[in-house]
C-alpha cells in the first residue's frame, strides 16, 4: 500500500514581516485580475513558505479542465485566449474543481 506524507505548511498568520508581500498576494487572491505578483529577495526570506502557506487556505475553484492557465468558465476576464476563442465557436468546454496553483521560481 503506497502511502502519501502531506507536506506540513507554515501558517500564513505566523510569517512575520515581509509586509508587502503579503499584502500584494491578498491583493491578488482578492482581484486575480491583476495578474500575478512577483517576488523577489534574497535565500531565506520565507518566499516560498509564505506562498504555500496562503494557498494553502485557499479552496478548490472552478476551472476548464486541461486549460493550463486554470481559466474560468464563467469569467470572460479570467479566462485564456484559447478558452475565450472556444467559446466564441461554440465548443462545449468541461470544468473541474482544482486547488488554486502558484507559479514559483526560485
Known amino acids: 500500500m503506497l502511502t502519501t506524507k502531506k507536506r506540513r505548511v507554515f501558517p500564513f498568520t505566523a510569517v ?6 503579503k499584502l500584494a498576494l491578498l491583493l491578488n487572491v482578492i482581484d486575480p485580475r491583476i495578474g500575478g505578483v512577483m ?3 534574497d535565500r531565506g526570506t520565507g518566499k516560498s513558505t509564505t506562498i504555500r502557506a496562503l494557498a494553502d487556505l485557499l479552496p478548490a475553484i472552478d476551472v476548464v479542465k486541461d486549460d493550463p492557465y486554470n481559466s474560468s468558465l464563467v469569467d470572460p476576464d479570467l479566462q485564456s ?3 475565450l476563442e472556444k467559446i466564441s465557436q461554440g465548443e462545449n468546454l468541461e470544468s473541474i474543481q482544482n486547488k488554486y496553483q502558484w507559479l514559483t521560481c526560485l
Open 81 to 83: 485566449k484559447e478558452v
Open 16 to 21: 512575520i514581516g515581509q509586509e508587502e508581500m
Open 39 to 41: 517576488i523577489m529577495g
